[in-house]
């Protein structure tokens, strides 16, 4: 079962944050964080992933909270090729290891 | 980085067939899954496809509906036999590299069965 829990939807406006919120709040010590996207009828993308400080790339930011039992995935400007299904994933970091994937959240872009 | 190669993209299957998807890979990986995405579902994972050894398979999933071939470390095949329409879904091949760190995915197979 994913132990992860995310809103199903949500919707942000174009050019806005989006703060797309996960709770893990059984996430043991060595579990990462994880942030993956489903564009509509493509595979799945990986964004961003992190162990318990802030990660930042050219797609998103991470931002975990100090007891770790939550994070929360911000897309600074929100364009409406952001609109897809956000999977919030905790995971050793091990290659043997696969990906949990729970229901996530529908985000949609509004124009 | 990883980019994976699905065949086919998608097909329309008689009940009672089988249907073999490829995935090539192109760079070596250990590790290979195959996923299944039913309509309006997340993904789950069918089975762990491993090199030189039979595959690794979830609860609910047997080798004799979806076998899975392994011959080397950039190919896998997963095979959906005896069709039925409750086999309709979106099948994904997954890598992860060396490292650990990310998965990759193809753009999957969508099959509908009739």
């Known amino acids: 079962d994913a132990k992860t829990t995310q809103p199903p939807s949500m919707d942000c406006a174009e050019g806005r944050a989006a703060n797309l919120p996960c709770n893990h709040s059984t996430i043991s010590g060595n579990e990462y964080v994880y942030w993956y996207r489903q564009i509509h009828s493509q595979g799945p993308q990986y964004i961003i992933h992190g162990l318990k400080n802030n990660e930042t790339n050219e797609m998103a930011s991470l931002i975990i909270t100090e007891d770790r039992k939550s994070s929360t995935l911000i897309l600074p400007h929100a364009t409406l090729r952001d609109t897809a299904v956000y999977y919030c994933i905790v995971r050793v970091d091990n290659y043997g290891q696969n990906f949990v994937f729970g229901p996530g959240t529908r985000l949609s872009v509004l124009p | 980085s990883a980019v994976i190669s699905q065949k086919p993209s998608r097909d329309i299957c008689q009940r009672g067939t089988s249907l073999t998807i490829q995935c090539q890979v192109d760079s070596q990986v250990t590790m290979m899954f195959w996923y299944r995405q039913q309509p309006g579902q997340s993904l789950t994972l069918i089975a762990t496809?491993?090199?030189?050894?039979?595959?690794?398979?979830e609860s609910g999933f047997v080798i004799d509906k979806f076998p899975i071939s392994r011959p080397n470390l950039t190919f896998s095949t997963l095979t959906v036999s005896n069709m039925s329409p409750e086999d309709s879904s979106i099948y994904l091949c997954s890598v992860v590299t060396q490292t650990g760190t990310e998965a990759f995915f193809g753009q999957g197979t969508r099959l509908t069965v009739v």
């Open positions: 496809a491993n090199q030189g050894s039979e595959a690794t398979y």
